[in-house]
């Protein structure tokens, strides 16, 4: 299988406890982003990379969030001290300069 | 405002036929605009790219009017398999981050 790859597909977690989840994009893809999609909801953006430069980093985004993508290739997506308001689907996505994105599974993240 | 806009639904339409969801956006710089598909608990899917002449990929076609800044999907005899969440995507000139609405539900019925 050569499309996006995410881990965990599934987490559940205590408040307060720290979650990191990781994308694996296609391979030859340069550009790597990362959503929040709750239900009802459109995919939220968050981040994304360029590389191994992360150009743009949503504003919603708390400081509890961190996303690296240390060598230009997977991505991880970190959340500090998890709240009942994290609880959503994390997608992540990969692209080719201006082409089309291609979506991962998600990691589903409940929060208890 | 929202960025991107779509009426949420549920479109409910019998078998065989036409429906037809527009999307409007807000930043009248937008570059590149895309039609995803999402089914139910699974990830989005590209249905098709819109392009500013308008585009036709069998039952589907995918129109952008600049002027007025929406986009249009139009799904022709539709199908059972038709039923899904269509979400609009914008691309704002000098950024890459894809701008989603929240998504049109389609239930086509037998």
């Known amino acids: 299988d050569t499309g996006v790859s995410q881990d965990p597909r599934h987490k559940i977690t205590k408040r307060g406890q720290n979650v990191t989840f990781r994308c694996d994009p296609i391979?030859?893809?340069?550009?790597l982003y990362w959503y929040r999609q709750t239900l009802g909801q459109g995919p939220e953006f968050l981040t994304y990379?360029?590389?191994?430069?992360?150009?743009?980093k949503s504003r919603l985004l708390s400081d509890r969030f961190s996303a690296e993508r240390p060598k230009g290739s997977f991505s991880t997506l970190e959340i500090q001290r998890t709240e009942q308001g994290d609880s959503a689907m994390y997608l992540c996505?990969?692209?080719?300069?201006?082409?089309?994105?291609?979506f991962g599974q998600g990691t589903r993240l409940t929060v208890v | 405002r929202k960025e991107v806009e779509q009426d949420p639904g549920p479109f409910n339409v019998p078998e065989g036929a036409t429906v037809a969801f527009n999307c409007t956006y807000s930043?009248?710089?937008?570059?590149?605009f895309f039609w995803y598909r999402q089914d139910c608990r699974k990830e989005p899917k590209l249905l098709m790219s819109?392009?500013?002449s308008g585009n036709e990929d069998g039952r589907f076609t995918a129109q952008l009017n600049r002027a007025s800044q929406y986009i249009s999907l139009l799904i022709r005899d539709s199908k059972l398999s038709d039923s899904a969440t269509y979400l609009c995507?914008?691309?704002?000139?000098?950024?890459?981050?894809?701008?989603f609405g929240t998504g049109t539900r389609l239930k086509v019925l037998a």
């Open positions: 996505a990969s692209s080719l300069a201006s082409s089309e994105a291609f």
């Open positions: 391979s030859e893809h340069n550009r």
């Open positions: 990379f360029q590389n191994e430069a992360q150009l743009e």
């Open positions: 930043n009248s710089a937008s570059q590149s």
């Open positions: 819109v392009y500013s």
């Open positions: 995507v914008v691309i704002p000139t000098g950024t890459y981050k894809y701008i």
